[in-house]
């Protein structure tokens, strides 16, 4: 099924003349951030790992929480790992997660009510490999994270309690690359003292996702922890800026296909005269021009913009006079065309736009794999030899 394809087709590599006039280079992004995470002598714990070079993860396991739209699941599916149980509130990302690991366990509802018991019940007393997930962090306060009343971090300190449980090998954290400089860096330190008070060392990076073969700009600040005593591994870049993947290499087979709610293909209807305003916008133009997230018009032989839900007021194609479809924001996060989501076309939106990129998950989950499988009892690591035969 289309989805992310190689980022070495001849249609998705962009020219860097392309680069200058259009997207905003990858690696020009969040330099202060990046250096000031290179400058803490507390995050020096980590190395990088040729994660495209690494088997299957088969015989893995792994629990998400906060799960959304499942981007994180699929990723570490598509990796190999076999899902024990996930956890999310919202009703309508409930519902995909369901339709899509129709054989996993399930958790719809508060992780507040995720007890010992239950827990323990959902993973069918199986050991847990990798605990991930992204939970909310905006409302942070460092102030709060010491304090258990503070209702901002509460979401936050549930994550802890479940790894603490659950005692996976590692934890995976994603959110946005603003968490770094809340708080002048105290909020990310103090995420990472919280993880170590339970047993995990833990780093932080930012990853680019059109370095990885997303036909995306979109950056996300990764937290990996163990409690294995090793480095923790990140993967290494698989796309340099001159092979980045044009939007259109995942688009275009889509672009004049009718309206097809059966596989989210759908998109905000648009009046005559609205289509007739969205044909004036130039490549790089918004139709608002103090409102630049939404209703902006893709170039054409560059990564998208970040996706965004932005509530039905999305990008706009790089060629028709409309806004994206559902389901070529999963493209470009990514989704494969059989990954349906559930709920109404803008629900779908939310979960899209919220989703960490697929092909972004796989390489942070394959990049786990090398120091998973050592740990691996012996019978386990037997059968995970077997089949990779």
């Not at 997207?23 to 290179?38: F, G, N, P, Q, T």
């Not at 090998?169 to 993880?195: D, W």
């Not at 409102?291 to 893709?298: E, G, I, M, P, S």
């Amino acid at each position: 099924m289309p989805g992310c394809y190689d980022g070495a087709m001849a249609e998705g590599v962009i020219k860097p003349k392309v680069i200058r006039e259009g997207a905003k280079e990858a690696a020009s992004r969040y330099v202060y951030v990046r250096r000031m995470l290179d400058d803490d002598p507390n995050n020096s714990g980590w190395m990088n790992v040729r994660a495209d070079q690494t088997k299957s993860a088969q015989g893995l396991t792994y629990v998400d929480l906060f799960a959304g739209g499942g981007g994180l699941s699929l990723g570490f599916r598509q990796a190999g790992f076999t899902k024990l149980f996930d956890n999310e509130i919202d009703p309508d990302a409930a519902a995909t997660l369901q339709k899509n690991w129709p054989y996993a366990q399930h958790h719809a509802g508060d992780i507040a009510e995720l007890g010992p018991s239950l827990m323990d019940k959902l993973c069918g007393n199986k050991t847990v490999d990798i605990v991930c997930g992204g939970p909310p962090c905006q409302g942070f306060s460092v102030a709060g994270l010491r304090n258990p009343h503070d209702p901002r971090n509460q979401l936050f300190k549930e994550y802890i309690r479940v790894v603490s449980h659950l005692q996976p090998k590692f934890i995976v954290l994603e959110n946005v690359p603003g968490i770094l400089t809340m708080q002048s860096g105290k909020v990310y330190r103090e995420i990472i003292k919280q993880f170590r008070d339970i047993g995990y060392a833990v780093n932080v990076r930012i990853l680019e996702a059109a370095e990885y073969g997303v036909p995306q700009l979109r950056s996300r600040a990764i937290f990996i922890g163990n409690r294995l005593g090793l480095k923790n591994p990140y993967p290494l870049p698989t796309h340099t800026r001159a092979q980045y993947r044009a939007i259109e290499s995942a688009l275009d087979d889509l672009k004049d296909l009718p309206a097809d709610a059966t596989i989210n293909h759908q998109w905000t209807r648009h009046s005559a005269k609205m289509e007739q305003r969205i044909a004036l916008v130039p490549a790089g133009g918004s139709l608002y021009p103090t409102f630049r997230d939404a209703y902006k018009r893709q170039h054409r032989g560059v990564p998208s913009m970040t996706v965004k839900e932005n509530h039905g007021g999305t990008h706009i194609h790089y060629e028709k006079h409309r806004v994206l479809s559902a389901r070529e924001l999963a493209r470009l996060q990514c989704f494969p065309d059989d990954y349906i989501f559930s709920g109404t076309m803008k629900r779908a939106y939310w979960q899209i736009g919220n989703a960490v990129p697929v092909e972004l998950a796989k390489h942070i989950a394959l990049a786990l794999v090398p120091s998973l499988q050592p740990a691996l009892p012996a019978s386990k690591s037997a059968k995970l030899s077997l089949a990779l035969r």
